[in-house]
């Protein structure tokens, strides 16, 4: 794997160079927060130490070498091993660090991240029970969307870049405060967005972009997550649906906005607290029991209001995070017991967390139906989910994410015939992007086209070389044809550009 440092240092490791000239206290205060250090090339990341370990559920053996100057992570298993050197660091640090591997034009994820509270390396959250964990797993501009401030994709690729991959690494100051051009024209109050001074779902939406993620996320016909603006709700882009929290023994690493909306805090305060009552991203340090005691301060007894008194360690302790490795997360619940159980307030079927416009209404729920049911193995969501989508589709004939969804579930049926002509309609609609041409094959192949299936999944190849799925449906069908040198030829093309050596 080759990176090219130069183009990646390009990036700027400020918030915003432009910014910085009349706010240079807001910039240095900025550059220590998790938000600012949410992504950085390894070069510029402080090196965690040397690591090994066995993951025990695949049996992978795990090394980690690591200096100033870079890293190297490898795998071996009985069948192949791997050896990649990550381009980027992804988190701040405050909880776990991951990596980011650059293949040529490509981001994958690695398997592995250190958890710095801990002090220990283990695979990465989504691994815990992989087979084969690998270099392999796309990272698309959606996922890098709330850890680095601008990535500069390949128009309809999955996780293809231009070169220098990142204009800027970190949060920058657009992401909160919006388009900055106008302010610098004309530097005056209003000319730029402060959100502090803004209301309801506007409001909300500006910390919700990152600090909300619910059970699926669904973007608008035509829209992606990444198009969400501030001074817009995030309705407007995609339409995030949430389930029933937890009992308060564990948490979800991204559930902030959740739990806080089901605090009487907030429940009691109507519109007043949000995000940025107690969190201000321009101060390094924040004294919370100060914001506690802003409100409350006129309530509590004499022992209460003792200046030793710590409200968020009692009232908003840190729980285990069930989706987030060896991570703990503060509690945004703010219990006024500690330690009572608490019950979700929300149903336990999705729901939109603010409701779209009408016109979505149904479709956005329908795919998230789909989306959490496939994920869960929930078939009567997935069911639910399918009628509605049914019912919707003559609404929006050129809806590609619908059309795809559709075709997943009749395939997943075993109806690859209906399957096939939902995929194509997808292909009218997107012509360039190859993974629906890998689509379109897994329904040829279950309709037993398997030769058409290969002319397929070797366009996609031309098109994205890298894309795992149709690589490895490929070589099964090559094989299952009975030409293995085709089959290994694949094979062995990919793993050569993925730093992958068999040893059987």
């Not at 927060?33 to 965690?48: D, E, K």
């Not at 090394?63 to 091993?81: C, P, Y």
């Not at 299936?453 to 799925?469: F, H």
Request: net charge neutral; with cysteine; aromatic share 6%.
């Amino acid at each position: 794997m080759k990176v090219m440092l130069a183009l990646l240092l390009v990036a700027s490791l400020h918030a915003d160079p432009r910014c910085v000239t009349c706010h240079a206290k807001e910039d240095a205060a900025y550059a220590k927060t998790g938000m600012a250090r949410a992504l950085t090339p390894v070069s510029a990341s402080v090196a965690p130490p040397d690591g090994q370990f066995v993951h025990a559920f695949s049996g992978t053996k795990f090394v980690i070498h690591s200096n100033g100057a870079g890293m190297t992570q490898s795998l071996s298993r009985t069948d192949e091993s791997a050896r990649e050197s990550p381009a980027f660091v992804i988190g701040s640090g405050n909880h776990a660090l991951g990596y980011l591997v650059q293949m040529g034009d490509h981001l994958f994820q690695s398997p592995l991240a250190y958890y710095t509270v801990k002090k220990v390396w283990d695979v990465a959250p989504g691994y815990e029970m992989e087979r084969r964990p690998d270099f392999s797993r796309p990272v698309t501009s959606e996922c890098l969307f709330c850890h680095a401030g601008k990535t500069l994709p390949v128009a309809d690729s999955l996780n293809r870049y231009q070169p220098g991959v990142f204009s800027a690494y970190g949060i920058t100051c657009e992401r909160c405060h919006g388009d900055v051009s106008a302010h610098l024209k004309s530097p005056v109050p209003g000319s730029i967005l402060n959100p502090a001074k803004m209301a309801g779902a506007a409001r909300a939406s500006v910390c919700e972009q990152c600090h909300l993620t619910g059970e699926a996320r669904i973007p608008n016909p035509g829209k992606a997550i990444t198009d969400f603006k501030p001074g817009q709700a995030l309705e407007d882009s995609y339409t995030t649906y949430v389930a029933a929290q937890s009992n308060g023994q564990s948490i979800k690493v991204v559930s902030h906005a959740e739990q806080l909306a089901l605090s009487k805090c907030a429940v009691k305060s109507g519109d007043r607290l949000w995000c940025g009552t107690c969190h201000n991203p321009h101060e390094e340090k924040v004294d919370y029991r100060a914001r506690c005691l802003s409100c409350h301060a006129g309530t509590l007894d004499s022992a209460h209001a003792a200046p030793e008194r710590d409200c968020v360690g009692c009232h908003m302790p840190k729980l285990p995070a069930m989706d987030g490795g060896h991570t703990a997360f503060t509690n945004h619940r703010i219990l006024r017991v500690p330690g009572a159980e608490i019950a979700g307030a929300q149903a336990d079927t999705l729901t939109a967390w603010r409701e779209p416009d009408a016109l979505v209404r149904d479709r956005n729920l329908a795919l998230a139906l789909v989306t959490v049911g496939l994920e869960n193995g929930s078939s009567s969501e997935v069911i639910r989910g399918y009628k509605m989508m049914n019912r919707v589709a003559k609404d929006f004939p050129n809806d590609a994410a619908l059309y795809t969804t559709l075709g997943s579930v009749l395939l997943k049926a075993k109806e690859p015939g209906e399957a096939l002509k939902c995929f194509r309609r997808v292909i009218a609609l997107r012509p360039g992007y190859a993974p629906n041409y890998v689509n379109e094959a897994s329904a040829l192949a279950a309709s037993g086209q398997s030769a058409a299936a290969i002319g397929e999944l070797e366009k996609a190849r031309g098109m994205d070389s890298l894309l795992a799925q149709g690589v490895m449906l490929l070589s099964q069908l090559y094989r299952e044809a009975g030409e293995i040198g085709k089959a290994e030829a694949v094979m062995a093309d990919y793993e050569k550009a993925m730093g992958e050596v068999r040893t059987q």
